[in-house]
């Protein structure tokens, strides 16, 4: 038996022991030690307490542990999917290529559980799961890099984006740690939460609410200006139409007179008070594309919609709005893109002259720099424009 074998004996249960700097029973198919890392191709813990160590790393496959007590203050990395019918518990790292299937009991402790497979993965959990690091850094290309919830999700510290969609289904992904660096979001091609994402909120500064569609990542940003009411926001992008009701309103020097039709964002509060926010929303993919002037309107979950805070120039298709003072309800507001044109303080007025005199008429209108204009008369039934040429001028 070489120096490396001498590491490894079988037990009476048919198991293969490791002494080498890791206390761990297994069932596996193929198995060797090098240095402090612990490699197979399948890993089953039967009814084994198995601790892996601060500092050692174990490469597998699928892990299944179906009985038992696995305690990771090391490193585990599987090609497969995370199997848990058992307890699972400790400090350390899960990286993840598979699917987290948990239908016993996993204890978060301070562990980082990292997906990053090239491939749709998936979170399934009975009743439930919490993390306290998760990490999403999918790598598969467009529409096989999501992490598909099939449950509830909860993360007590840290929620990293670098790659790769979160898709929650008619579940919540909840990031409860309130702090504004609790999200810590690194991704460079528009990975985002499509459906519904939930943030604790405690302090000023700004909250990131990475959301978007299957199209589009259309992220929306609350800046909490003065210390709120601590809670939580509940927040989706939705891909719909609300109309326009309520519209036009005016907003010197523009008004508001249609609503974009490509989708809005709901924000519900949960025990979340501020009235004094800052908020814009990315309208990537709306058409037509977002301009300066466009506005950032507000509605109730039911209503009409209006306009709170003040006006700033969009930036790119991202629009702003800032010092709305209304809040967020706990039945829910929606926040959408408004289209915006001159507006008009001062129409036409009918005029009567006699034959043969002249008729002045005039408008006073605000908007955007440079205005244009196009005067028309009626004639018979339809409308044609007028120029500079015979019985008109100052057209």
Same mark, same amino acid.
């Not at 799961?129 to 999403?136: A, H, K």
């Given at each position: 038996?070489?120096?490396?074998?001498?590491?490894?004996?079988?037990?009476?249960?048919?198991?293969?022991?490791?002494?080498?700097?890791?206390?761990?029973?297994?069932?596996?198919?193929?198995?060797?030690?090098?240095?402090?890392?612990?490699?197979?191709?399948?890993?089953?813990?039967?009814?084994?307490?198995?601790?892996?160590?601060?500092?050692?790393?174990?490469?597998?496959?699928?892990?299944? $542990?179906?009985?038992?007590?696995?305690?990771?203050?090391?490193?585990?990395?599987?090609?497969?999917?995370?199997?848990?019918?058992?307890?699972?518990?400790?400090?350390?790292?899960?990286?993840?290529?598979?699917?987290?299937?948990?239908?016993?009991?996993?204890?978060?402790?301070?562990?980082?559980?990292?997906?990053?497979?090239?491939?749709?993965?998936?979170?399934?959990?009975?009743?439930?799961?919490?993390?306290?690091?998760?990490?999403?850094?999918?790598?598969?290309?467009?529409?096989?890099?999501?992490? $598909?919830?099939?449950?509830?999700?909860?993360?007590?510290?840290?929620?990293?984006?670098?790659?790769?969609?979160?898709?929650?289904?008619?579940?919540?992904?909840?990031?409860? $740690?309130?702090?504004?660096?609790?999200?810590?979001?690194?991704?460079?091609?528009?990975?985002?939460?499509? *459906?519904?994402?939930?943030?604790?909120?405690?302090?000023?500064?700004?909250?990131?609410?990475?959301?978007?569609?299957?199209?589009?990542?259309?992220?929306?940003?609350?800046?909490?200006?003065?210390?709120?009411?601590?809670?939580?926001?509940?927040?989706?992008?939705?891909?719909?139409?609300?109309?326009?009701?309520?519209?036009?309103?005016?907003?010197?020097?523009?008004?508001?007179?249609?609503?974009?039709?490509?989708?809005?964002?709901?924000?519900?509060?949960?025990?979340?008070?501020?009235?004094?926010? $800052?908020?814009?929303?990315?309208?990537?993919?709306?058409?037509?594309?977002?301009?300066?002037?466009?506005?950032?309107?507000?509605?109730?979950?039911?209503?009409?919609?209006?306009?709170?805070?003040?006006?700033?120039?969009?930036?790119?298709?991202?629009?702003?709005?800032?010092?709305?003072?209304?809040?967020?309800?706990?039945?829910?507001?929606?926040?959408?893109?408004?289209?915006?044109?001159?507006?008009?303080?001062?129409?036409?007025?009918?005029?009567?002259?006699?034959?043969?005199?002249?008729?002045?008429?005039?408008?006073?209108?605000?908007?955007?720099?440079?205005?244009?204009?196009?005067?028309?008369?009626?004639? *018979?039934? *339809?409308?044609?424009?007028?120029?500079?040429?015979?019985?008109?001028?100052?057209?």
């Amino acid at each position: 038996m070489n120096n490396r074998n001498k590491h490894i004996k079988q037990t009476d249960h048919g198991m293969i022991r490791s002494f080498k700097k890791i206390a761990i029973v297994l069932f596996c198919c193929l198995l060797f030690v090098q240095s402090n890392t612990l490699i197979a191709q399948v890993l089953n813990n039967n009814d084994a307490a198995i601790s892996v160590s601060n500092g050692t790393v174990i490469q597998g496959g699928t892990l299944e $542990n179906t009985a038992g007590l696995i305690t990771n203050n090391g490193t585990i990395g599987l090609s497969g999917h995370y199997i848990n019918t058992a307890t699972t518990g400790g400090n350390g790292i899960y990286n993840i290529a598979g699917n987290w299937i948990n239908t016993n009991v996993f204890n978060p402790g301070t562990s980082t559980v990292n997906f990053m497979g090239n491939n749709n993965q998936s979170i399934t959990s009975t009743g439930g799961e919490i993390f306290n690091n998760l990490t999403i850094s999918n790598s598969g290309t467009s529409a096989t890099n999501r992490i $598909n919830l099939s449950n509830n999700v909860n993360v007590s510290g840290t929620l990293s984006i670098s790659q790769g969609n979160v898709v929650t289904g008619v579940y919540t992904l909840y990031l409860t $740690n309130q702090t504004p660096a609790s999200l810590n979001y690194t991704s460079l091609s528009g990975s985002r939460i499509i *459906g519904l994402f939930e943030r604790g909120v405690n302090g000023t500064g700004n909250y990131l609410f990475p959301l978007g569609s299957n199209s589009n990542y259309n992220p929306l940003n609350l800046t909490i200006n003065t210390t709120p009411t601590a809670g939580s926001v509940l927040s989706e992008f939705i891909v719909a139409d609300l109309g326009s009701s309520g519209l036009p309103l005016p907003d010197p020097p523009v008004e508001v007179y249609q609503a974009f039709n490509d989708g809005y964002w709901s924000l519900i509060a949960n025990g979340f008070s501020s009235n004094d926010f $800052n908020i814009n929303m990315d309208g990537a993919g709306f058409t037509p594309v977002v301009q300066n002037i466009t506005r950032v309107i507000k509605r109730p979950s039911v209503g009409d919609w209006l306009l709170d805070g003040t006006h700033s120039d969009a930036i790119d298709t991202v629009a702003y709005r800032n010092n709305l003072t209304g809040g967020i309800s706990a039945t829910g507001n929606h926040f959408g893109l408004g289209m915006a044109r001159p507006l008009v303080w001062d129409h036409p007025a009918d005029t009567a002259v006699c034959d043969g005199t002249n008729a002045f008429f005039k408008v006073v209108a605000t908007g955007l720099d440079p205005l244009s204009y196009q005067w028309q008369e009626k004639r *018979g039934a *339809g409308w044609n424009n007028i120029y500079d040429a015979g019985i008109y001028s100052g057209t």
